[in-house]
Nanobody
Framework: QVQLVESGGGWVQPGGSLNVSCAASGIVFSANAMGWYRHAPGKERELVAL???????TYADSVKGRFTISRDNAKATVYLQMNSLKPEDTAVYYC????????????????WGQGTQVTVSS
């Protein structure tokens, strides 16, 4: 049974930093590309960062240069370091394993974790 458990969110002022984590179980973590999604009210869930098994990373333009994704295969955990946070980064952040579908990275599992809320405001 796949389980994804996100943690580390919270409230931060604009310009601040947060590091969120996602612990995975029930999957061969090291063999999977992993991604961080976010879902803001009134918007669709979007993929903001991904890391392949070879540790290649890709970021959405909206977070490039501010967010850094990393992974610890021994702990089956993926991290997202978020710096220079903006109010528009406010969302619930989720992780999932990824697969390529016609050259597009998509979530591998239909079962999502509870997510972790990130709120950026003054």
């Amino acid at each position: 049974q796949v389980q994804l458990v996100e943690s580390g969110g919270g409230w931060v002022q604009p310009g601040g930093s947060l590091n969120v984590s996602c612990a995975a179980s029930g999957i061969v973590f090291s063999a999977n590309a992993m991604g961080w999604y976010r879902h803001a009210p009134g918007k669709e869930r979007e993929l903001v960062a991904l890391i392949t098994p070879f540790r290649d990373t890709t970021y959405a333009d909206s977070v490039k240069g501010r967010f850094t994704i990393s992974r610890d295969n021994a702990k089956a955990t993926v991290y997202l370091q978020m710096n220079s946070l903006k109010p528009e980064d406010t969302a619930v952040y989720y992780c999932n394993a990824l697969r390529l579908v016609q050259s597009t990275w998509t979530a591998k599992y239909s079962s999502w974790g509870q997510g972790t809320q990130v709120t950026v405001s003054s």
